[in-house]
């Protein structure tokens, strides 16, 4: 086969030339320029971040086992932004003399799993999906363990990689299902011979199930809060994000194209998910006073809206959903970077520690309010647009009360992010956190989720372009 | 630039320049001057759109611009005005312009108040303006979200409570609201073709008259609640108390006026069918509004609350006429926006100055303050006789024209609903009275009192403002009643096609 064709596994071969480089960068570091790692691994990551945008071809190799379109190279495009804010925002954390002797194990480990990510997306059979899931599932169970002397961190490792394996053996049973059924793993294949059968139905349960599980919906929710709360905070922005938006979109795209036939089928299950998940979510994020539980919860929540995106079907659910996922990765990291900025400079984990913080520091406080504000979908910022739009995509294949039930649903999460801007803004507190200055990269990467926040939603260039490639992708 | 753009642009520009003040002085100097500039611009539009109209320009909408903004959904950035925008555009810099100087006092984060005070008056005069239903909700949401931080950081009482009871419910409005627009969107082209949120040309289609009837609820009770629609009225008592003083007069001077303007251009205008065939509920619902608010002010002590249920009865008044689906009882529904709007304005400023003064808003801790405070007492006299319908104050034009166009309906159940609503008009008198006898006349009761000193400066351009804005249109309503019904023809005529008379 013609070697160029490998131009169109960019991504993946960036990122995996990336690690190593990496790796080989630790050993050549003497013990006390490891701190250099940082700046180096982070720049490296951003050159290939850039790289990632310049347009390149499009098409399949390994027969139509790797499949690599405009739709899918945007994906990717959006998580590497992702983790390239969350890298700047780990750098002041990895500075830190506990995380000196792993600052390398910190970016191979994430790179590995956005690697499996990507291949997980361009996956065109069910044998690439499941590597790429898997490569994705466990370097994040190291990751959880972090904090390897806290015992919550090892926890929340355990809980991850238990869950994951128990998730990962659901979906690889659906999957054997599915293959029994069809006689083949290539979604190319499978998408014709897909009908509404008992085994195929079974199958197709098992598997949005074991998605369900990295998505996070209702009633697969249960390891979420406690490994988002145990886990270090510039991990817990990563599983919430990047980790959820990859499986989003794979799950999607799956959906949209394998389980095509069986649209109908499908549908009131999706419906069914997205209630129970907004819902169950929304009540106990009401209740919670330590803020990675409580973004925990409103992740959940928001996994339920993104739903209504994928029930809309058709390209402008596909559109909506992308569009949403892309909104929601700089107002969730910039909700995330303003708690592990505090927690970086005072250790405050709970909403009631940030009583009287709009005195003290107030841009982070406003950053802070922008990100809820958009996370409720409150006009003027980007998370407006994100959610009108998946709405839209909703009501637009007949679901109008599914809409009405998700409109009140994020009435009732309004009340709870504005609980964090009372804390900041009208609580009074003797002692509030004092006045601290965070870092460059923290700012830098800061700045980009305000950009990025306000820039999406009035751009209406970014929507057009993501319904073109979407277009492309369905048909 | 288009002139209503800079209606938008101008606050904004407002915020930015507050920003880079240093202090409350340069913070209010700069919302002053740039709310100042906004009220000249809207008066140069009110002049200009005469002009127009002087000259026989008979477009629906003038000034319009329309700017792509998401192509695939049909989703534009669509502007223009009517009489009726218009008047409302001017209502709302007067009200602004005048809740500055009202609030020229305030030094705990000044600078963030008038930030989100113009923020909000950003989102009002954007949904003016809005002839989009996207546009229009984007601004409404925009308006009513820095309530929250208003009331919740300068207000007084149970402030935290009331500001997340006002914010909750005006979004659950909203989610109704929201219901109701993708309704009428998706049946925006029932002959095929695409899909719109144009409401000049959906007023043009007629929605499947099964989708209006499912969806006129949604949208009529969605802008209702704003509107304090009985009985979802409940936040706007609290609310109102619980907030500083700029913020109730813009909030029932203006806000408030979003809901009934959304009622009739987008559900009534839209859904015609829908809206004749479902009024009767909403008459009844309105007709309670009216004399449940009036007999609820007669109970209250607290100035606030007095003027907030009062404010319910107004309000509800504004719904009655415009359900009542003629061109007299629609113009009075118009008037009565404004004039409400403007004399609620005037009466939370003085109860917010009164209160400054005498540290209280209890009535009958206060009396005799008409021999202290003169200035302001006889302001307050003013604001209540035109709340009453005094001839020659702007009350007595609105109440008026709404009472003759609900009586043109010829059967039981009108004369009946307009009968009781009427009867308000007495209630009202009854509490205006009360209160003016016993805190401006009388004895002064407390001794503390005999020290006030009466309004300065700010107070007195700031209520000056609006008692000229209120005799103005008492001794002259004909100016402004022309220029309403010439822009509701459209309207009332696309509803008197379904009315079987």
New interface residues.
Partial sequence: MDLGQFILMRHELLLTLVAVVVLIAEIATSEKNKARLIPFSIGLFALVTFIGFIPGETGTIFGGSFQSSQLTIFMKNILNMAVLIIFLQAEGWLRKPENSDKISEYFILTISTLIGMNFMISAGDFLIFYIGLETATIPIAGLAAFDKLKSRSSEAGIKLILSSALSSGILLFGLSLLYGATGSIYFADIAPKITANAMIALGFIFFVSGMGFKISLVPYHFWTADVYEGAPINVTSYLSVVSKGAAVFIFTIVLFTVFRNIVEMWKPLIYTLAVFTMTLANLFALRQDNIKRFLAFSSIAQAGFILLGVIGAGELGM?SVVYFVLVYVFTNLGAFGVVAAIHNASDVETISGYNGLYQTNPKLSLLMTLSL?SLAG???VAG?FGK??L??AA??SGY?IL??IA??N??VS??YY?KV??AM??EKNEQPIAAFRSTNAMRLALIMCVAGIFIIGFA?GI??YI?SISQLFLN | MNILTLLVVIPILTIVAILFTKDSKGARMAAAIGMGVQLITTAILLFMYLAARKTGDMHEMLFTADIMWFKSLNIHYFIGVDGIAVAMLCLTSIVVFAGIFASWEVEYLSREFFISLILLATGVFGFFISLDLFTMFLFYELAVIPMYLLIGIWGTGAKESSAMKLTLMLMGGSALLMVGIFGIYFNSAPDGGPLTFNIIEISKIQIPVKAQMFFFPFTFVGFGILGALFPFHTWSPDGHASAPTAVSMLHAGVLMKLGGYGCFRVAMFLMPEAATEMAWIFIILTTISVVYGAFGAIWQTDLKYINAYSSVSHCGLVLFALLMMNQTAMDGAIIQMISHGLMTALFFALIGMIYGRTHTRHINEMGGLMKVIPFLAVVYMIAGFASLGLPGLSGFVAEMTVFVGAFQHQDMFHRVVTVIAASSIVITAVYILRVVGKILLGPIIDEHHKHLTDAKWFEKLSTVTLVLAIVAIGIAPLWLSDTIIASLKPIVDKLAMVIPF
Avoid: D, K, Q
């Fill in positions: 559109t504000f409150i006009p003027p407006f009108f739009f709405f839209t009501a637009g109008y809409v009405l409109v009140l994020a009435t309004l009340y504005l801007v009372r803004f009208i209406g929507f057009e319904r």
